[in-house]
């Protein structure tokens, strides 16, 4: 039985604007509904907030992102990684690794992701790829890219 990950990225007002940002980095369509969408009256907090977002584009890149509601509570802080003497620290639970065929391409996806972003680790050589390096967007999300080792 065939299985599909998807990542799902959980963000607080910023879903609909990383999408985009997605889309228009790998490619794709976006797929937005929101909670008035699906029935919470206009007006009422977080109603223009996306309850399902996904990029799907012909690559077979595939992401899903959701607002978290906010109303009545405090917002979360972002999770913060960078590296330390040679060595990644991090408060995110997870990061986002893309793997591309070819330098060029990394170095494109890279050039979209980073734009806003901050670089933890730059887009390089390394012992174990061609290109490898390591990012956090405008929104948050740590990306690991890198071309695909040869096996």
Same mark, same amino acid.
């Given at each position: ?22 889309? &228009?980095?790998?490619?794709? !369509?976006?797929?937005? +509904? ?11 907090? =977080?109603? =223009?907030?996306?309850? %399902? ?5 012909? &690559?077979?890149?595939? /992401?899903?992102?959701? =607002? ?23 408060? &995110? ?6 793997? @591309?065929?070819? /330098? +060029? !391409? /990394?170095? !494109?996806?890279? @050039? ?8 933890? !680790?730059?887009?390089?050589? &390394? ?11 405008? %929104? ?5 890219? =890198?071309? @695909?080792?040869?096996?």
């Amino acid at each position: 039985m065939p299985v599909t990950a998807v990542t799902h990225l959980n963000f607080q007002g910023r879903a609909r604007a990383a999408l985009d940002l997605y889309a &228009s980095v790998f490619g794709g !369509e976006v797929r937005v +509904a929101t909670y008035g969408d699906l029935g919470l009256p206009a007006g009422l907090p =977080d109603a =223009d907030q996306v309850v %399902f977002g996904q990029v799907t584009a012909p &690559s077979g890149f595939t /992401v899903m992102a959701y =607002d978290v509601p906010v109303a009545g509570r405090a917002a979360t802080e972002p999770a913060v990684t960078r590296r330390e003497h040679g060595t990644t620290i991090t408060t &995110s639970p997870f990061f986002v690794a893309v793997h @591309a065929d070819t /330098v +060029a !391409e /990394v170095e !494109e996806l890279w @050039a979209g992701l980073a734009d806003g972003g901050t670089v933890v !680790e730059p887009l390089g050589p &390394s012992a174990w790829a061609p290109a490898f390096g390591m990012l956090t967007d405008r %929104f948050g999300i740590t990306w690991v890219l =890198d071309v @695909a080792a040869a096996g």
